[in-house]
Nanobody, 122 residues
Framework: QVQLVESGGGLVQAGDSLRLSCVTS?????MAWFRQAPGRERALVAG????????YYADSVKGRFTISRDNAKNTVYLQMNSLKPEDTAVYYC??????????????????WGQGTQVTVSS
C-alpha cells in the first residue's frame, strides 16, 4: 500500500500564492490534486501523467495553478498563484496504482492523502 503525505496548506489572503507538496512512499502513475469545499463534491483540480508530464487543469484554475512532479523524489507539487476565496477547500493528493491516464472520477485513484486545508480570505 502506497502512502501519500501532503503539506503546504494554510491561511492566505486573496492574491497570494501557496505551494502544496505530496510525497508518496512508492511508485505511482497518474497523479492529481482534488479539492472539496464544504457541502460540495470532491472535484479534480489538476492532474499529471508520470511518463510524459502531460497535464490537465480544471477551467477554474487554468492560468493560475501549475502541477508538476519529480519522479526521482516521488513528489508532486501544486503551485497556486492569484488565489481567490473560492479556492478555499481541503485539497487532496491522489494517485493511480497502475494507469497513467488522468481521469476526473475519484473512484479511479487508488491512493489518497489525508488532505490539507487551504483557506483564502478576501
Amino acid at each position: 500500500q502506497v502512502q501519500l503525505v501532503e503539506s503546504g496548506g494554510g491561511l492566505v489572503q486573496a492574491g497570494d500564492s501557496l505551494r502544496l507538496s505530496c510525497v508518496t512512499s512508492g511508485r505511482t502513475y497518474a497523479m492529481a490534486w482534488f479539492r472539496q469545499a464544504p457541502g460540495r463534491e470532491r472535484a479534480l483540480v489538476a492532474g499529471i501523467r508520470r511518463s510524459t508530464s502531460i497535464t490537465y487543469y480544471a477551467d477554474s484554475v487554468k492560468g493560475r495553478f501549475t502541477i508538476s512532479r519529480d519522479n526521482a523524489k516521488n513528489t508532486v507539487y501544486l503551485q497556486m498563484n492569484s488565489l481567490k476565496p473560492e479556492d478555499t477547500a481541503v485539497y487532496y493528493c491522489a494517485a493511480r496504482a497502475s494507469m497513467d491516464w488522468i481521469v476526473t472520477g475519484t473512484e479511479s485513484y487508488e491512493y489518497w492523502g489525508q488532505g490539507t486545508q487551504v483557506t483564502v480570505s478576501s
